[in-house]
């Protein structure tokens, strides 16, 4: 009952600060790295970001259609896991994460389920335009995170499909789940 | 801090050797050493500085617990170990900082200095534990046993670590140096 | 192949030294006078050709390491958004799947 309690009260403080600033990564997440086989370990800030984008060639079209991708981010966060054994992570250990996106500014927009692998992708609804963007993907001895904060346009993210390995998924305008079905779908 | 350690001095100096005057000599001997710890670690030059500093201020006010020149190195880089390690916790996001854009003056003549960044900017990204691991064993020399006693851990696990270390290192530098679009 | 990598390693972490003025700092927080004033130069005309040449030397350097970090931010940008999509890739492959059974 008291852990309950905690972890209640832990999802709501999450909840409410998530709405105010940018998501969050904890650290129980973080210390997986040192669990893990191989981990990759990516944030870029705003500033990080605008520094990139100077040195993306905007003679070459992928990178300027990066470029002008990425000029509206405020930050990208990447975190891949990949264990040697099963049962290196488990679900309460995403918990924190799933409990940021059940607030109501997220929504699930799609989902698979196969073979052990665990797929989500959820976007950030800011007024009329996608504010961020989470793919959560779990497999048995694998866990990737992937945040993108800011004005993600999925149009020109979908355009960049076949560059860099990013596919074509004719997202344009996205038609999420609805809060109340994302909320049950989080878990 | 730390388990006592045998006696052994490198002060030639009088009765007390640990008195307020030799806390200059302390720091001018040790300075080097801390800030680099904290610099190869966190890769911000003014974090570095800061977290060096509370360390040395950390250590003026145990001077009366250690014991010998060698507890001293000891006691330094396992506070200044420590210490960076809370800092990559306390962080929510820890970036790669843009006040890092001069670099410390060092002892020239790489090979290759474009793979000495980039290999520290690889190191850079490795798990907290993992990288003070590897910092203590390439700048500091120690072996996998006295990284354990400085960090308080199993031998067997920093060993697991830097073998883990470095092959990430080995397979990101490869990819780096094979990657046409960089 | 094992001592190469040691080589480089050893040389990307050699120790650095620390910032000019770092022991005068940390002994003015413990309340002790400034070691520097045993250190000052005393011939201005090489004190003052040394501070032009190692200005214009830390400009390159600041350059040099700016150009660094943002190729390495950009290899960073790529590599996550590569992940993405291949993330985005699979699952769009497994809805795909999902509806033509």
Redesign the interface.
């Known amino acids: 009952m008291k852990k309950t309690m905690i972890g209640l009260v832990s999802a709501l403080l999450v909840s409410a600060t998530a709405s105010a600033q940018?998501f969050?990564?904890p650290?129980r997440i973080?210390k997986l790295?040192?669990k893990?086989?191989?981990?990759?370990?990516?944030?870029?800030?705003g500033?990080?970001?605008q520094?990139?984008g100077?040195?993306?060639n905007s003679g070459n079209s992928d990178e300027r259609a990066?470029k002008e991708?990425?000029s509206k981010l405020k930050?990208?966060?990447?975190r891949?896991f990949e264990f040697d054994r099963e049962g290196e992570y488990s679900e309460s250990d995403l918990e924190p994460i799933r409990a940021q996106l059940k607030a109501p500014s997220w929504a699930r927009l799609?989902?698979?389920k196969?073979q052990g692998e665990h797929?989500q992708?959820f976007v950030k609804q800011d007024r009329n335009e996608l504010g961020g963007?989470v793919?959560l993907?779990t497999e048995r001895k694998g866990l990737?995170i992937?945040i993108?904060d800011g004005a993600i346009d999925l149009k020109r993210l979908s355009m960049?499909g076949g560059n860099?390995?990013?596919?074509n998924?004719n997202l344009s305008t996205p038609e999420p789940v609805k809060s109340g079905t994302a909320k049950d779908s989080a878990e | 801090m730390g388990t006592a350690l045998a006696t052994g001095t490198e002060f030639d100096t009088a009765a007390n050797p640990l008195e307020p005057l030799n806390f200059e000599a302390l720091v001018a001997r040790h300075q080097s050493m801390v800030f680099s710890i904290a610099y190869h670690f966190l890769q911000d030059r003014s974090v570095a500085e800061e977290l060096a500093q509370d360390v040395f201020l950390q250590l003026y006010r145990h001077l009366d617990g250690l014991e010998s020149a060698n507890h001293v190195t000891f006691w330094l880089r396992r506070v200044t170990a420590h210490r960076c390690i809370d800092h990559r916790r306390r962080r929510r996001f820890p970036l790669l900082s843009l006040d890092s854009v001069a670099e410390p003056a060092a002892p020239s003549s790489p090979a290759d200095p474009l793979l000495t960044r980039r290999l520290r900017g690889l190191i850079s990204e490795l798990p907290a534990h993992a990288r003070i691991a590897v910092v203590l064993r390439y700048q500091e020399d120690l072996t996998p046993e006295e990284i354990a006693r400085v960090l308080d851990r199993p031998v067997a696990t920093v060993k697991s670590q830097l073998q883990r270390a470095l092959k990430t290192l080995r397979e990101k530098v490869l990819r780096v140096v094979g990657d046409g679009r960089s | 192949m094992k001592d190469v990598e040691d080589i480089e390693l050893r040389r990307a972490l050699r120790r650095v030294d620390a910032p000019e003025g770092f022991a005068d700092r940390v002994l003015a927080r413990v309340g002790q006078p400034a070691i520097a004033k045993r250190h000052r130069l005393r011939n201005w005309a090489i004190a003052a050709t040394l501070t032009i040449a190692a200005a214009g030397g830390a400009w390159y350097r600041a350059e040099d390491q700016r150009r660094v970090q943002g190729e390495e931010a950009k290899r960073q940008v790529l590599l996550s958004l590569n992940i993405a999509g291949s993330k985005l890739k699979a699952i769009e492959m497994k809805v795909n799947r999902g509806r033509e059974r």
Do not use: C, K, M, Y
Not at chain 1, 36 to 45: H, K, P, Y
Not at chain 1, 75 to 78: A, F, K, L, R, S
């Open positions: 940018s969050i990564i650290e973080e790295a040192e893990a086989r191989e981990s990759v370990n990516i944030t870029l800030d500033p990080l970001l520094l990139a100077q040195f993306l990066v991708l990425v930050g990208i966060h990447v891949t799609i989902e698979a196969e797929t992708v963007l793919i993907a990737s992937v993108i960049l860099f390995g990013i596919p998924l």
